[in-house]
């Protein structure tokens, strides 16, 4: 058994409870709880940061922990890489893109362990950052979902976050500009190579390119995400009429994108734990899964969660399932009328649904819990991190309890620290956080947070 240190950023918002974490990090905490570990968690809500110096009494309260084991998610965490001894592992939950500290990992690619989800990420960390291929472990996710036979009221059910707010964009910014008909074609083939390569680099995108407009407006960041975003409402708007119920980020309500239906169809409710996720999938005949444009390879932990369940699910093809499941033949779509074909034929086809259900959860039963998960990261590792080899844990929706501390990373910080280099923060967040905090303090004042 070993003390393990963990970082994470956490972006679930409206949630009561001031622990509320995604369900992959509340499975990963208690797993290592359940396995006899001495866990202490990080979370925080700083998503576009680099992380900077390190707060002395955070620090300090790291140091008297002792950690045996670091992981670090997304890297998205200050550089303990000259503060500790123990290994330290950059664990993948998006991709290479979302790394946070960036140059920390080029300049010393060694120091760490890299655990990543998708195959295509093993070229990113050896091309861009130098890793050496012993430094990296290719390591599913896993689910703590557990089938339940409750009455399915949904036919089908979506969890997951609209990507963009319907604000001025790079779309806008660049039409502003008052391009040229070549401009304008130019800019649409730059999306389609970023479409199909997403990982491309900026000098590879625009070694052609010579128009400031263009330059100035197109950043592959947002548009990956407004595409991402285009095609999420594509698909769902598609199979609305098939009866949709949707889960996720609260924009999904609040923006406008001309599809009422979607609006209509969302369930204000945070849906977030592995009990909040079990009820939505269980009670639901399909679950979708829709991914990010980046997601050519790798899939999101969504997919092993709605494979566990009694919700057949539906999804778009990624490269790594046939290494994952190669003999199961899931319901795939390419596009939004392939989707509203399959979700059809598996509403109105019981005996096809059920089959596919239960083959997906054999697949997940024998290969993706947590306990195979570890069992991996033990013999790579070389630490002992099990306590039960042969059970595969099950998962309760219990708060998490003895031998775990999660705290919020701003309990160490003040608005000092935003001043000082210690974050990093553009100019946009530096006015967010003043607006924050300005309300904040008056809620406080109130009574009401």
């Known amino acids: 058994m070993a003390k393990i240190f963990l970082a994470f950023f956490n972006g679930i918002k409206g949630a009561q409870d001031p622990n509320a974490i995604p369900l992959f990090y509340e499975g990963f905490i208690k797993g290592l709880q359940e396995n006899g570990n001495e866990v202490f968690a990080i979370m925080h809500n700083h998503w576009s940061m680099n ?88 390591l599913p996710f896993f689910t703590s979902i557990q089938a339940e036979n409750i009455e399915q009221t949904n036919n089908i059910c979506f969890i997951g976050s609209k990507f963009r707010n319907s604000c001025k964009n790079c779309f806008n910014n660049f039409m502003v500009t008052n391009p040229t008909d070549e401009e304008r074609k130019e800019f649409m083939q730059l999306m389609d190579v970023l479409q199909n390569d997403v990982f491309i680099t900026k000098e590879d995108l625009f070694k052609n390119t010579t128009s400031e407009k263009i330059l100035k407006t197109f950043v592959p960041y947002d548009i990956t995400f407004l595409l991402s975003d285009y095609r999420r409402i594509k698909v769902l708007s598609k199979i609305a009429d098939l009866g949709l119920d949707i889960w996720g980020t609260p924009n999904w309500a609040d923006d406008t994108y001309n599809e009422p239906w ?89 005996s096809y649904r059920f089959d596919i259900v239960q083959q997906s959860q054999e697949v997940v039963n024998e290969n993706y819990r947590f306990i195979n998960i570890l069992k991996i990261m033990e013999n790579y590792l070389d630490i002992s991190l099990s306590s039960t080899h042969n059970n595969i844990i099950k998962m309760d929706s219990k708060p998490l309890g003895g031998g775990i501390s999660l705290k919020n990373l701003d309990s160490w910080l003040s608005m000092n620290d935003f001043k000082a280099p210690k974050l990093k923060m553009n100019f946009r967040n530096k006015i967010r956080y003043k607006i924050w905090s300005h309300y904040n303090k008056i809620l406080k004042r109130k009574g009401i947070i």
């Open 262 to 350: 979607l609006i209509l169809n969302f369930h204000k409710e945070p849906v977030y734990t592995i009990q909040d996720n079990q009820n939505v999938y269980n009670s639901s005949k399909i679950g979708i899964n829709i991914g990010h444009l980046q997601a050519k390879t790798g899939f999101p932990w969504r997919v092993f969660d709605i494979m566990a369940s009694n919700a057949c699910l539906v999804t778009e093809y990624h490269g790594d399932f046939n290494k994952y499941f190669p003999e199961l033949k899931l319901p795939y779509f390419s596009n939004d009328w392939e989707a509203y074909e399959q979700c059809k034929k598996l509403l109105t086809d019981e």
């Open 51 to 138: 992380f900077d110096s390190i707060p002395p009494a955070l620090l300090q309260d790291i140091k008297e922990f002792n950690p045996d084991l670091i992981f670090i998610f997304n890297n998205s965490f200050y550089d303990l890489s000259k503060e500790f001894d123990c290994p330290i592992i950059i664990y993948e939950v998006d991709s290479p893109l979302y790394y946070r500290n960036k140059e920390a990992l080029i300049k010393n690619p060694d120091r760490f362990k890299f655990f990543v989800v998708a195959s295509s990420s093993v070229d990113i960390l050896k091309d861009e950052f130098k890793v050496p291929s012993k430094n990296i472990l290719h």
